[in-house]
């Protein structure tokens, strides 16, 4: 009877490579024939050394003040120039980097855990549960993202960490929809009723069979939604419902700015330059991320 | 004769299906309605019948992985359709499943060892190390070796797959095995080997099989006993032997004269039936295969036949032997 | 298509009181008495015990939502704590203003996202897909705000093209009739205020249209790309039809629906965009009147404000959703 497996046995060059090492191989092989992916990870990158280094690389603290060297223009010693203040924009856009990537990481962290949550409750066992869950990501996407931001931090007060909370509530439905959906398909597999046959628990089920097998999507989605909790955060900033003065976020660097644009554009120019690079590097990345790990999300 | 292991009673799935704004229920999917029979320990049950006769849903039912509109299911005595969901597991140990897909059945992000080892957590089984063990003792008893407990499953073919499929379900010691078209998916090569495993492993832990087919030639060699379904119906079910030489449902017979025969001289006469299967939704009326019955009567469309048991000890569901 | 349409209504129900409700509960989640704040902090204990009363804040939570209920339905929207008068009377020319800008906003997004999508797919992989592409990354990872805040630099205050703040000339006046201002000027056939009004609104509804440009541009991109390479547009190349022919009419049919799709989210983004983009402009749309009332803390100004938009988003994704059945027959409820 075990004659058969041997006479079946497989190619060697599979058999050497540890599974997990050759999904990993797989997954570089397709990441890396995608250029523009490549050179949003390097943005990227290079956002989270600016970030992490921040104290090394800028020249300046963030709140170094001197009323003698107001508005100036971009030199050697101040390679942005200088804001209202004094300050050093190369400085505090370095330092900025920090606040933005916190928010953008943190939120959508905060997202996830709470859409997957519903998300899966909602897929998994239906019925009315999936019904309220359902209509309640409804509601919550029936305002514009930015509006309900701001009602939430006009709630909780106007600074940066309460944007960061109205940021990622307000993209928990985001996350929500994508596992529900997720959570059916895979709920139909026949694995999936294989567990239950061996008697399987559903927190078991759940955890060990469905969330593994909706991981990509979610990471696809994740990295995509830094960049707009990004944005949001700027524009929060900007409107005086995130990150106050003298913070170096970046939106909150435009708005205190905006008025000094026609004598000093450059304190306007490279804190949205700023943003923009970031943003488009989180959005190469993940586009990137989608058609190597997902092919069928590709639009 | 001693209780049977398992007894299903007049088990019944209905699936309403409902229409317009309202949710009314316009129609019921009648999948399977009224199916008994009983599997002794030891043996094998072979239920064999055309696609979307209901012998998928019956298998799942036993294991209330569907949940039955009606019937009874008693395992060892205790009705399962009555039992708690800790009770329900616990059952569940005992009575495994073998799925018909080899390639959908496997958790692609799983290794073999952990596909194996995951019902022997589930139900408390030993520490790791000897749950590894006896993963590795499972896999050489499948046909499979100790090393492939670290790949995944895309890195198998389908016969080896099933294997794997197997040795999940031996793995928590179960008394019935429910397989599901455990070979229809696999090339016809690959079949009579795992078959042959099937049949090395009932003599080796004394295991009780449902076998549920499509066709009956793939059960022959397996089956103790065969019961024929038909649009959620059981028609016909006798032991093996007498059901093979002198089927009696006209529906078996058709069925049985569409299994090529090896020997060329045997010129019996296929049985070509007319007509698709009635939907479930709408079965006919009387007795469910009356339409596309070659031997049909006037009776046959007016009156539902009932199962009858006959001197060999069968039982047949037609008209014919009132 | 009937049923499907009173399907689409009744989830449409649940949806609008939800919303009413968070609304609601918004409000109330605010830190610090409502009375409190209109009266100021040198209020005497009665001045406020009987403005609670009047405010109905002695009320269970419930009953307080149920009043709530019966004065939006009856079309009262609250009155407004900074003007003292009724949000409802307020809120028209706001928003209308926002509909206006918004409205031209969406025609641009449309008319050049459509065409660099359409141009993108049919000249795959040549300069001009990848500029295009390129400048439609660009613009959805861009900060409208930034966006406008160089606009006014560039067109206003360097080439001194374009007016940058509000409406209309402050000097001039125009007789709001429907509150719209393309419509009232030339209704009242003042074609010189008309091209007034039209110059105020190109600044602001470029940066208002930027993010929704570059998302229509991608996605009918990939949708065009997907049906140029289907069975029936290799035939109607065969039969020798006119490139440029086929791919305007029987693709753009085809691409339809994602397009639309995409159309009834990105109204949600104008929505919430102009909020930004009227700050900016000093657009005296609903979005600068929201900012504004958060300046103030004008609580009923802000609960009203999101109520009303966050509607206006809803219906306008209804209304998509009913177009979908008509467009495409197969689409079904679900």
């Not at chain 3, 209020?43 to 405010?55: G, H, K, V, W």
């Not at chain 3, 402009?281 to 999101?306: K, T």
């Amino acid at each position: 009877m075990s004659q058969t497996a041997q006479s079946q046995n497989l190619p060697a060059a599979v058999k050497e490579r540890s599974p997990f090492i050759s999904a990993l191989v797989d997954f570089w092989k397709a990441f890396r024939k995608n250029k523009p992916a490549i050179i949003g990870a390097v943005i990227v990158f290079f956002f989270i050394l600016l970030a992490v280094f921040a104290n090394i690389i800028a020249p300046q603290g963030i709140n170094n003040q001197n009323i003698n060297i107001r508005l100036e223009p971009p030199s050697a010693q101040h390679w942005l120039g200088t804001d209202s203040f004094g300050r050093d924009i190369f400085s505090r856009i370095v330092f900025g980097a920090r606040l933005s990537l916190r928010v953008g990481f943190f939120a959508v962290i905060g997202s996830i855990i709470f859409g997957t949550f519903l998300g899966v409750i909602a897929g998994y066992f239906g019925k009315v549960i999936d019904t309220v869950i359902s209509r309640f990501f409804d509601i919550l996407l029936a305002f514009p993202s930015i509006l309900l931001s701001i009602a939430i931090v006009s709630i909780l007060g106007p600074s940066l960490n309460n944007a960061l909370v109205a940021i990622a509530i307000v993209n928990i439905p985001v996350f929500g929809r994508l596992v529900r959906s997720r959570v059916l398909t895979v709920k139909e597999e026949e694995y999936i009723m294989a567990a239950r046959s061996i008697g399987m628990g559903n927190t078991r089920i759940i955890f060990n069979h469905i969330l593994p097998n909706s991981f990509a999507p979610i990471i696809v989605q994740g990295t995509l939604n830094i960049a707009t909790a990004i944005l949001d955060a700027a524009g929060l900033g900007f409107l005086g419902m995130g990150a106050q003065p003298p913070q170096p976020e970046w939106g909150t660097m435009l708005s205190d700015s905006r008025q000094y644009i026609t004598d000093a554009p450059w304190t306007v120019l490279f804190p949205g330059l700023a943003i923009i690079l970031v943003v488009i590097g989180f959005n190469l990345m993940g586009d990137g991320l989608r058609d190597a790990l997902d092919p069928r999300m590709k639009n | 004769m001693s209780e049977p292991l398992l007894k299903v009673e007049n088990l019944k799935k209905y699936y309403p299906i409902k229409n317009g704004v309202l949710g009314r229920v316009s129609e019921t999917v009648r999948a399977v309605d009224g199916v008994s029979f009983s599997v002794n320990e030891g043996e094998t049950l072979g239920i064999v019948g055309e696609s979307g006769c209901g012998k998928s849903t019956t298998g799942r039912m036993i294991m209330r992985l569907i949940e039955p509109t009606e019937g009874k299911v008693s395992f060892e005595g205790k009705n399962i359709l009555s039992l708690s969901k800790s009770d329900l597991r616990r059952v569940r140990k005992d009575i495994q499943m073998i799925f018909q897909d080899p390639f959908a059945s496997l958790n692609p992000r799983q290794t073999v060892g952990k596909i194996i080892e995951e019902p022997m957590i589930v139900h408390g089984m030993g520490n790791h190390k000897e749950r590894k063990q006896r993963v590795e003792e499972l896999l050489e008893l499948v046909g499979l070796s100790a090393y492939h407990a670290k790949r995944y499953p895309h890195q198998f073919s389908g016969g080896q797959r099933q294997r794997i499929g197997i040795a999940r379900a031996l793995a928590v010691r179960p008394k019935l095995i429910i397989a599901d078209e455990p070979v229809s998916a696999l090339d016809v090569s690959v079949q009579s080997q795992v078959l042959n495993l099937l049949q090395d492993l009932q003599k080796k832990f004394h295991l009780t099989y449902i076998f549920i087919a499509h066709d009956l030639s793939v059960v022959r060699h397996i089956s103790n006993r065969v019961g024929v379904m038909y649009l959620g119906k059981m028609v016909e079910i006798s032991d093996s032997e007498i059901l093979y030489d002198h089927p009696k449902h006209p529906y078996t017979k058709a069925l049985l004269s569409a299994v090529p025969i090896p020997d060329p001289n045997s010129r019996s006469e296929r049985i070509i039936l007319s007509g698709d299967v009635p939907s479930p939704a709408h079965p006919p009326a009387g007795c469910t295969f009356h339409d596309r019955c070659p031997v049909a009567m006037d009776l046959c469309a007016r009156e539902k036949p009932v199962m009858k048991k006959l001197e060999d000890g069968r039982l047949v569901s037609c008209h014919l032997y009132d | 298509m009937l049923s499907y349409s009173i399907k689409r209504v009744l989830m449409l129900i649940p949806v609008l009181l939800g919303m009413t409700l968070i609304v609601f509960a918004i409000i109330h989640a605010i830190p610090g008495n409502p009375a409190l704040t209109i009266l100021g902090t040198k209020a005497t204990p009665e001045a406020i015990q009987n403005l609670n009363r009047s405010l109905g804040l002695d009320q269970p939570w419930y009953i307080q939502y149920f009043t709530y209920l019966k004065h939006i339905l009856s079309g009262d929207l609250g009155t407004s704590i900074q003007t003292n008068t009724p949000i409802a009377n307020q809120i028209w020319p706001h928003l209308a203003a926002t509909i206006e800008l918004s409205f031209v906003a969406m025609i641009i997004a449309v008319v050049v996202g459509i065409n660099a999508g359409i141009i993108s797919a049919w000249k795959k992989n040549s300069v001009l897909d990848y500029t295009a592409m390129i400048v439609a990354l660009i613009g959805v990872s861009m900060p409208i705000f930034w966006l406008g805040l160089l606009e006014q630099w560039a067109f206003s205050v360097k080439l001194n093209w374009l007016p940058s703040i509000g409406r209309m000339d402050i000097i001039s006046n125009v007789q709001p009739i429907t509150n719209l201002y393309l419509i009232d000027t030339l209704l009242e056939g003042q074609l010189d205020q008309f091209w007034m009004v039209l110059r105020h609104l190109i600044l602001p509804s470029i940066a208002l249209a930027t993010i929704p440009t570059a998302i229509i541009a991608r996605m009918t991109r990939s949708s065009m790309l997907e049906v140029l390479k289907s069975d029936y547009i290799r035939t109607a190349k065969a039969k020798g039809q006119r490139m440029f022919w086929i791919v305007y009419k029987y693709a753009l049919k085809n691409a339809f629906i994602p397009i639309l799709t995409v159309i009834g989210l990105q109204t949600g983004l104008l929505l919430g965009g102009a909020i930004l983009t009227e700050t900016i402009f000093g657009w005296p749309g609903i979005g600068l009147y929201i900012y504004n009332a958060i300046q103030y803390r004008d609580y009923p100004v802000i609960q009203s404000g999101i109520l009303v938009i966050a509607f206006i988003f809803v219906m306008v994704n209804f209304i998509v959703d009913l177009l979908y059945g008509l467009i495409d027959p197969r689409i079904k409820y679900r």
